[in-house]
């Protein structure tokens, strides 16, 4: 069912970590209040009132341009979304929030949460873990996209290392277990083979900031979960040549970072 319009004019709203409050005209995150101008906020409040339609140039010029203000309406649109955008941490290209429909109009794409407390105030602060918000630490988004692409970049090494020195594999394998070697030689060749291309997806989805890619990933992580604690164990490969100490240390390190990846991905795509 397609979201409703928000027609009670005195109703807070909330997307995401934002909450609009159309009573005092300012937009909050986490409680904290944003600068923004007037124009924008009311570009933003009459998106946010019709959520998943079409609002179009000429609607927004009748309402918050009227024919006898002299003004340049699409450079003060324009200037208006933008504002809107750097405020949102959102983006023209991958929107989360704001949708261009070229020389038509816009579009609010973000679920709005119905219900909002309306006794906070414009200048409370209200804690993450009461307003319900996230309890991941605030960092830069392009960071933690970063951090997971190396992540990514690791584990292919992995794979692809695995498959260039195939025999050497072997040879471990054979010298560490005899009876089950073969049975892991395969297991070794299948989560290879299965794990490159589900990498090479998440590096050109989180590389070319896929909007709706929390949500793959929601779909896709008991695959990549069951293949990184398999890979988790290779370390321990090494053990007959090496000893237990680093294996082990490695390993306690690819066990953390199996889940680790998640939160990465809540951090830059759901927080």
């Known amino acids: ?6 027609s009670d004019p005195h109703r807070n709203l909330r997307f995401g970590l934002f909450e609009l409050d159309r009573k005092t005209g300012e937009l909050r995150k ?5 600068r923004l101008q007037e124009q924008p906020f009311r570009v933003l409040a009459m998106l946010v009132e ?3 339609d079409l609002v179009t140039r000429e609607e927004l010029r009748e309402k918050l341009w009227p024919e006898d203000t002299f003004v340049d309406f699409d450079h003060g649109l324009n200037t208006s979304v933008n504002k809107l955008r750097e405020t949102l941490g959102d983006s023209a290209a991958n929107p989360r929030f704001i949708e261009t429909l070229p020389k038509r109009g816009y579009r609010f794409i973000a679920p709005i949460e119905p219900d909002v407390a309306e ?3 414009a200048s409370e602060v209200v804690p993450p873990e009461k307003s319900g918000g996230s309890e991941l630490p605030k960092i830069s988004r392009e960071l933690t996209r970063t951090l997971f692409l190396l992540a990514q970049v690791m584990y292919l090494s992995f794979y692809v290392a695995a498959l260039v020195n195939f025999p050497e594999i072997q040879e471990i394998l054979a010298e560490w277990t005899t009876r089950a070697s073969g049975a892991l030689t395969v297991l070794v060749i299948v989560t290879a083979l299965a794990g490159i291309p589900i990498r090479f997806f998440f590096l050109t989805a989180v590389g070319f ?7 793959k990933y929601a779909r896709l992580f008991p695959v990549t979960l069951t293949l990184d604690l398999l890979w988790a164990v290779s370390p ?3 053990a007959v040549h090496i000893g237990l100490g680093i294996p082990l240390a490695v390993m306690a390190a690819l066990l953390y970072l199996s889940f680790g990846q998640r939160t990465l991905v809540h951090m830059a795509y759901v927080s």
């Open 1 to 6: 069912m397609p979201p409703q319009p928000t």
């Open 30 to 34: 986490r409680g904290t209040r944003l």
């Open 50 to 52: 019709r959520p998943g």
């Open 119 to 121: 006794s906070q105030t």
């Open 209 to 215: 900031d896929y909007a709706r890619f929390a949500e």
């Open 236 to 238: 321990l490969l090494t």
